[in-house]
């Protein structure tokens, strides 16, 4: 699944990975139990390696996974997959009431074409990082 083509016959790439132009779907009582599963795995994790070895199993899972998103970058219209493996969207969201002609989730992330798409906006990174190691 290389390349989506939009409804308004924008081709997405769907070849990078992370993809700019993509999203996962997170369930709001879903995110409750992420977060109580990562702070169990903190607590057991005996190393960092096993600690990130389980972050990945969670947050990339083989089975259930988060319903994927892609925003075309032309109409600000949305794909959404049930999972990223499907070649066809389940259905299409087609912007309304924009503010501007330019707002789209990109945007609201504050990101650019200009900037590296692959890192989060600067205003998203709410502290410093810390000094101190991770895991004990
Ligand atoms: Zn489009």
């Known amino acids: 699944m290389p390349k989506l083509t939009c409804l308004c016959g924008e081709n997405i790439n769907l070849s990078p990975i992370p993809n700019p132009q993509?999203?996962?779907?997170?369930?709001?009582?879903?995110?409750?139990k992420l977060i109580e599963e990562i702070i169990n795995a903190y607590s057991k994790a005996q190393?960092?390696?096993?600690?990130?070895?389980?972050?990945?199993?969670?947050?990339?899972?083989s089975q259930r996974e988060f319903p994927q998103v892609y925003e075309?970058?032309?109409c600000y219209r949305l794909a959404v997959f049930a999972s990223a493996a499907d070649t066809k969207p389940r259905f299409?969201?087609?912007?309304?009431?924009?503010r501007e002609k330019t707002d789209s989730i990109c945007s609201i992330l504050e990101i650019s074409p200009d900037e590296d798409k692959?890192?989060?906006?600067?205003?998203?990174?709410?502290?410093?990082?810390?000094?101190?190691?991770?895991?004990?």
């Open 92 to 98: 299409w969201y087609q912007q309304e009431l924009a």
């Open 118 to 136: 692959t890192q989060p906006a600067q205003s998203l990174v709410t502290s410093e990082p810390q000094n101190t190691p991770l895991l004990r």
């Open 47 to 61: 190393s960092e390696s096993e600690f990130e070895d389980f972050l990945y199993k969670l947050l990339y899972p």
């Open 72 to 74: 075309c970058p032309n």
């Open 22 to 32: 993509g999203f996962k779907l997170v369930w709001e009582p879903l995110r409750e």
